[in-house]
C-alpha cells in the first residue's frame, strides 16, 4: 500500500497581541516589563538576553510603556539585564524558558543610581504562566535522568504529568516512541516533534523518532488550548528539545544492567519436567556523552562563543524473554497415522473415523495405503513433543520459553552555530537501528519454530533551524528536517530453508505460484486441537517497507508597538510505502485441516485429516498489492 500525503498550510497565525504568541518549532518566547520603584514604566532601556548554554545574545529597546518582547528563541536558562540612564544595572538569571513557551518574565524593577552599580535577581523556582492560555506541563534534564524508567524510554515519565494515562507506555527497549492517552483524547490524535520536527513519520499515535534520555534537554506537553499553528494534531503536542553543548566541555559514560540472575523464577518453569530454568533476560545499556566547543586554539572560535556540539550515543545489546507458549503437536506416531495413543484426558481416545465408511479405523489406525503423501509430510515441520500430556490434563505436549536478541543503537549530533549578533543556526543528525531476532519477531510469529526472524528497523532524522534577527523587532526562523523509517524482514539461508517446501519434499501445487517466489510452506491451522500450532505468514512477507517525511516552516514575527503579528507557513510531504499480499497470508496457500460435522471427509481429528490429506478449506492470494 502507498500512501503519499502532502500537506501545503499557510499558517493563519495573524493576531494582535499584548501579552501572548505563537510559537512555530521548539522556540519560545520572552516578554516582560522594565520599570521604576514606583512602577512607572522606563521607556528606551537596553534590554539584553543572553542563554547561559551558548552564550547566544539579543536586545531590545523598551518602548514607552517599558515593555520589551523577545520572539523566537531557543528553549534553555536565560540572563536578562537592563541598562538605563539614572539607573543601576539590572541583572535577572536563570530565567528558564521552555519550548514552544510564552514566558512572562514580569516587571523588571530598576534602582535609582549608576550605570556601574548593579542589582542581581534570581529567577522564582516557579514561574505561574500569564502569558499563554495554553495548559502544559515540562519536564527537564534533571527529572528525565533521575525519574527511574524501566527501558529508558521518555514516554514512560509523561504519566506523572497531569492528565496523562498510566496505559503502559514505554517500553523495556529503547524504540519509537508510543505516545499515551491524555486529557480523555486517544494517542491516535497526539503530534510529537523533535526539536520543532515531527515524529510522526508512520503512524499517528508512533513516532519514529527515539532519542536516549541522556540527549533530551527538556520534555514539553501541551495538553490543550494551545495555539493554532499546531494544526497537525487534534490530542496533545509533545515537544522533544535536545541539549546543546556549551563553552566549556562535559561528558560522561554510563552502564545499567537487568539480568535474570536477579529474577526468581516462573512457577511454571520450576513445575516442569525436567525443570526449566531462568529465560534469559539481559538489558546491558551503555552509553556515552560528550559536548562543548568546537574550537582550534588562536585559530577557530577562539573565545569558545560560536560554535557548539553535543554528541550521545547508547547501544543496548539486549535479550529480552518471550512469553511462555504451549502447543499440541503431532507425536511420532500420529505422523506414521498411529493414533492409538491420542488421547483426548487420561480415559478417552480421539476417535479417527474413515470418512468412506464412517467407521472407526480398526485399532485408530490408518493404513499407510491411504495416507497422502505430500499432505502427511506437512506434520513432519513441527518439532516432537517435549512433555508429558499427562502432566497437563492433556491441554498440551509442547512447553518452549525462548528468548529476542534485541540490539538497538542511538546516536545524536547536534551542532550550535552564533553566527554573527543577528544569525543563529544549528543543526541536527541523529540514527537509530534495531535489530528483532527470534521466533516471536514482528510478520513472522510462528513460536514454535522453525527458525528464527530477523525484523530490522533504522529511523534516521536530519534537521536544523536559522534565526535571523533583521532589526530587534523582525524576526525570521526557518525550520527543516527530514525523517526516514524503514524495515524489513531477512531470514538467513537456513532459516529460509526451514520454511521452503523442497526442504521437506513437499510440492503441493499452487493455482498463483508468482505470488510465492520462494515457494514457501503452505499456512495451515488445526483449530479444534487443544492448544493447537499453526504455520502463518505477515501479508507484508517479504517485508521491506518505508516513510519518509519531509518539512519545512518559515515564520516572520513582527513588534508593532504593543503588538506581535506572526505570520508563517509550513509545508510537509509524507509517503508511506507498505507492500502487502492481497490475501494476506494466504500467499503460499492456506489449508485448514479443522473438524466440521458439514466436512464430509472429515476424521474427527485434525491431525488425521492432515494426514488423508483432507482439508475443510483451502484459500490462495491471486495477487500482490503495493
Excluded: C
Excluded at 66 to 89: E, H, M, R, W
Excluded at 133 to 146: F, H, K, M, N, P
Excluded at 274 to 285: E, G, I, L, S, V
Excluded at 330 to 345: A, C, I, V, Y
Amino acid at each position: 500500500m502507498r500512501r503519499p500525503g502532502r500537506l501545503l498550510a499557510p499558517v493563519a497565525l495573524f493576531a494582535l497581541l499584548t501579552g501572548a504568541a505563537f510559537g512555530q518549532g521548539s522556540s519560545g518566547t520572552i516578554s516582560g516589563r522594565v520599570v521604576d520603584q514606583t512602577g512607572a514604566p522606563v521607556p528606551g532601556a537596553d534590554v539584553r538576553i543572553q542563554n547561559q548554554t551558548i552564550k547566544d545574545v539579543r536586545s531590545f529597546t523598551s518602548d514607552q510603556t517599558g515593555s520589551f518582547l523577545f520572539a523566537d528563541i531557543q528553549p534553555g536558562d536565560y540572563t536578562i539585564s537592563v541598562k538605563a540612564n539614572g539607573f543601576k544595572q539590572f541583572e535577572k538569571t536563570n530565567v528558564h524558558l521552555t519550548s514552544n513557551e510564552v514566558l512572562s518574565a514580569g516587571d523588571l524593577k530598576l534602582v535609582v543610581g549608576s550605570t556601574s552599580e548593579s542589582v542581581e535577581v534570581k529567577a522564582e523556582a516557579t514561574v505561574v504562566q500569564t502569558a499563554s492560555a495554553e495548559r502544559s506541563g515540562t519536564l527537564d534534564s534533571q527529572q528525565v535522568i533521575e525519574l527511574p524508567t524501566r527501558g529508558r524510554d521518555v514516554m514512560a515519565l509523561l504519566q506523572t504529568m497531569p492528565g496523562v494515562v498510566n496505559d503502559n507506555t514505554g517500553s523495556d527497549v529503547l524504540g519509537q516512541f508510543t505516545t499515551p492517552t491524555m486529557d480523555g483524547t486517544r494517542a491516535e490524535y497526539n503530534a510529537l516533534n523533535v526539536d520543532g520536527i515531527s515524529g510522526n513519520t508512520a503512524r499517528g499515535k508512533n513516532a519514529q523518532s527515539p532519542v536516549n534520555l541522556d540527549s533530551i534537554s527538556e520534555v514539553k506537553v501541551m495538553a490543550n488550548s494551545y495555539s493554532a499553528e499546531y494544526g497537525t494534531a487534534g490530542g496533545a503536542i509533545i515537544n522533544v528539545v535536545t541539549k546543546s553543548g556549551t563553552s566549556q566541555f562535559h561528558g560522561g559514560a554510563y552502564y545499567y544492567l537487568r539480568n535474570e540472575a536477579l529474577n526468581a523464577n516462573d512457577f511454571f518453569n520450576n513445575s516442569t519436567i525436567p525443570f526449566t530454568p531462568r529465560p534469559r533476560y539481559r538489558y546491558n545499556t551503555e552509553g556515552t556523552y560528550l559536548g562543548g566547543p568546537i574550537y582550534f586554539p588562536g585559530k577557530i572560535n577562539r573565545d569558545r562563543q560560536k560554535v557548539f556540539f553535543f554528541f550521545s550515543q547508547e547501544y543496548d545489546p539486549n535479550t529480552t524473554p518471550n512469553s511462555p507458549v504451549k502447543f499440541t503437536l503431532p507425536t511420532e506416531l500420529e505422523r506414521k497415522g498411529d493414533f492409538s495413543q491420542s488421547l483426548k484426558n487420561a480415559t478417552t481416545l480421539y476417535t479417527v473415523k474413515d470418512p468412506l465408511t464412517g467407521a472407526p479405523f480398526p485399532g485408530n489406525v490408518i493404513p499407510q495405503n491411504r495416507m497422502d503423501p505430500q499432505s502427511a509430510k506437512l506434520l513432519s515441520i513441527f518439532p516432537l513433543p517435549n512433555t508429558d500430556p499427562r502432566t497437563t490434563g492433556y491441554s498440551y505436549n509442547f512447553y518452549s520459553q525462548t528468548s529476542e536478541d534485541v540490539p538497538v543503537l542511538t546516536e545524536t549530533l547536534k551542532v550550535d552555530v552564533n553566527a554573527t549578533n543577528k544569525a543563529r543556526l544549528w543543526f541536527k543528525a541523529s540514527g537509530y537501528t534495531s535489530d528483532n531476532s527470534g521466533l516471536n519477531s514482528a510478520a513472522i510469529q510462528n513460536k514454535w519454530g522453525p527458525a528464527s526472524v530477523d525484523y530490522q528497523q533504522t529511523m534516521p532524522q536530519l534537521g536544523g533551524s536559522f534565526v535571523y534577527v533583521f532589526t530587534p523587532t523582525l524576526i525570521n526562523e526557518v525550520v527543516f528536517g527530514m525523517n526516514l523509517w524503514t524495515e524489513k524482514q531477512l531470514l538467513t539461508s537456513d532459516g529460509l530453508k526451514a520454511y521452503q517446501r523442497a526442504t521437506y519434499g513437499i510440492n503441493i501445487p499452487q493455482s498463483y505460484p508468482k505470488d510465492n517466489p520462494d515457494s514457501l510452506l503452505p499456512a495451515m491451522t488445526f483449530g479444534t486441537v487443544s492448544n493447537a500450532p499453526a504455520l502463518s505468514y505477515d501479508g507484508r512477507f517479504p517485508m521491506v517497507d518505508d516513510s519518509t517525511a519531509y518539512s519545512v516552516s518559515d515564520n516572520v514575527s513582527k513588534i508593532w508597538g504593543k503588538h506581535w503579528i506572526k505570520g508563517g507557513i509550513l509545508y510537509q510531504h509524507i509517503q508511506y510505502n507498505q507492500y502487502h499480499q492481497a490475501g494476506g497470508n494466504s500467499f503460499p496457500g492456506s489449508f485448514n485441516f479443522s473438524t466440521n460435522s458439514s466436512f464430509p471427509q472429515d476424521t474427527g481429528y485434525p491431525y488425521a485429516n492432515a494426514f488423508l490429506g483432507n482439508f475443510y478449506s483451502y484459500t490462495e492470494a491471486t495477487n500482490r498489492v503495493d
